[in-house]
């Protein structure tokens, strides 16, 4: 648009992903230089504080994770790079910014924290964060328009401090006085779109919202971005839902995709997008949202040396959207705690063979589409004879192609006391709901395992279980093996006793002979 694709001066390209911590060998690149800049402390609701890390010298590899801040959401990462030339050396620098959306106003505290980069340690000292209300925004006259009541100078007059042109008047008289240019006012057909993937959905289900700017491909030279950067964090503030949970997607530099509208080519601007989980029935309403553009007039005769291109203002308007949310059918009796989503299992173990006393780790994966945060890992139904620990879990989202996926990884540690067949689908079961198909599942496990070996005690079960534990095992390592008495507390106590008894007879002692003196 208008020679301009992104609202950005600069090249932005999309941030990497949030790796793991690199690790304490890894060495830091030769020439990195690398530094955490904080945002402004004060500033008001409707706009992000950010968190940068300023990288040149070395290409961005690992770095660890943003810190969370109570009181505020993280609202994705932009990433910009920009190189600078200067004496033949060209250096390019990296920032990497996290943006963060308060909840409410009053004053936050962020904790210092610190950030590696590849495998460099970069410290904060943290801050204090003021959010305050959202000022009131001030009625303002387009470029050019002058103030109603500003006094007209006197005719004839020049304006204070400029002396007038000398040959001013020759020329009109020679050339005749310029002619102002006759500024037409193109139509165009663009138009600004807030488009939810669906029309209904059951509570819990997934609901993408795209935010999209469409212009017909002639527009192009009519329309361009105007201060698209302040203009987005209102118009988000508008479209978020206060009954659904939220999952944003990185923004990234702004590139329109061919579509058709009404069997009419249009170029669409992904301003935006998001999906939403409905945590109740209450409808998600997606008001009006207005996003101003500049839109040039054009001059019916250029004049020669200009582009015949004149700025001016337009305001486009969505029209408000509504996503109806159903209850969840009746579940089965006795079905408990269910997860809503479309959701596969998939199951390993350690080993091979099975043998009573001995630890057996169980890894349940449950992956797929849904709000893999609200899936609460199953609790073990473990028969007489078999002890179950955990689960430890962690969960891998990948945000790709308007769709959250992913996988919640859930560990459990077994160890069964009793030989005979173990039945993991009778010990583990996963409730869902399949948004897909309006139907309950139970996501259950296929392995039949075969425990070998002699019954043991339940203490010699959990013993072997303990040992195998790494904080467990380096505990029992420094753990002294020498016996202790069981009367030592009554010894102790004995002991006390005995000193407060010599020491209230030194201090009788003393008393009695202080009173003897003169």
């Given at each position: ?66 810190p ?79 103030a ?6 006197a ?74 950067a ?42 935006h ?33 200009t ?18 949310v ?60 078999v ?107 004995r002991?006390?006793?005995?000193v407060l ?18």
């Amino acid at each position: 648009m208008a020679g301009a694709v992104a609202p950005e001066a600069r090249a932005q390209v999309p941030a990497p992903p949030a790796g793991t911590p690199p690790p304490a060998a890894s060495a830091v690149p030769a020439g990195q230089q690398a530094a955490v800049e904080l945002g402004r402390s004060t500033f008001p609701i409707n706009e992000y504080f950010t968190i940068a890390i300023r990288l040149s010298g070395a290409p961005l590899g690992k770095y660890s994770a943003f810190p969370d801040i109570e009181g505020f959401k993280k609202s994705g990462k932009t990433s910009t790079t920009t190189t600078r030339t200067s004496q033949g050396r060209s250096t390019v620098e990296l920032v990497l910014t996290q943006r963060y959306a308060a909840f409410a106003e009053g004053d936050f505290t962020l904790k210092p924290f610190s950030i590696t980069v590849n495998g460099q340690v970069l410290r904060s000292a943290g801050a204090v964060l003021h959010v305050v209300a959202q000022p009131a925004a001030p009625a303002t006259a387009p470029p050019g328009a002058a103030a109603p009541n500003a006094p007209s100078p006197a005719a004839g007059a020049p304006p204070a401090g400029k002396q007038p042109l000398q040959g001013i008047g020759l020329l009109d008289q020679l050339l005749g006085k310029p002619k102002p240019q006759e500024l037409i006012e193109q139509p165009d057909q663009a138009f600004l779109a807030v488009e939810p993937n669906k029309a209904a959905a059951w509570v819990g289900e997934p609901v993408h919202v795209g935010l999209y700017l469409y212009l017909a491909p002639t527009d192009q030279g009519l329309l361009d971005f105007h201060r698209f950067a302040e203009q987005l964090p209102a118009l988000l503030r508008q479209l978020r839902q206060p009954g659904a949970w939220e999952e944003t997607f990185d923004e990234t530099n702004i590139r329109p995709d061919s579509v058709r509208v009404g069997g009419k080519p249009f170029l669409r601007y992904q301003l935006h997008e998001a999906v939403y989980y409905p945590l109740g029935t209450r409808p998600l309403n997606f008001p009006a949202v207005a996003l101003q553009m500049i839109k040039y007039r054009v001059a019916k005769r250029p004049l020669p040396g200009t582009d015949g291109r004149v700025v001016g203002y337009k305001t486009y308007v969505s029209r408000p959207r509504t996503v109806q949310v159903k209850a969840l059918p009746a579940p089965p009796a006795g079905l408990g705690l269910v997860a809503v989503g479309h959701y596969t299992l998939r199951e390993g173990l350690d080993r091979t063979k099975y043998q009573t006393g001995q630890t057996i780790t169980y890894t349940l994966v449950v992956e797929g589409e849904g709000n893999l945060t609200a899936l609460t890992p199953p609790v073990a139904r473990a028969p007489a004879g078999v002890e179950v620990f955990g689960p430890e879990t962690r969960q891998e989202v990948t945000r790709a192609d308007g769709r959250v996926t992913g996988r919640k990884i859930m560990r459990y540690r077994l160890v069964p006391s009793q030989p005979g067949p173990l039945n993991l689908g009778n010990l583990l079961a996963v409730p869902t709901f399949d948004f897909a198909t309006g139907k309950y599942q139970t996501l259950r496990s296929e392995l039949a395992l075969q425990v070998t070996g002699p019954a043991v005690a339940p203490q010699q079960a959990v013993t072997a279980f303990v040992r195998t534990d790494a904080f467990y095992q380096q505990q029992l390592g420094k753990a002294s093996s020498n016996l202790q008495a069981l009367d030592t507390p009554r010894q102790v106590r004995r002991y006390a006793n005995f000193v407060l008894a010599v020491l209230l007879a030194v201090a009788a002692f003393g008393w009695f002979t202080a009173r003897e003196r003169p």
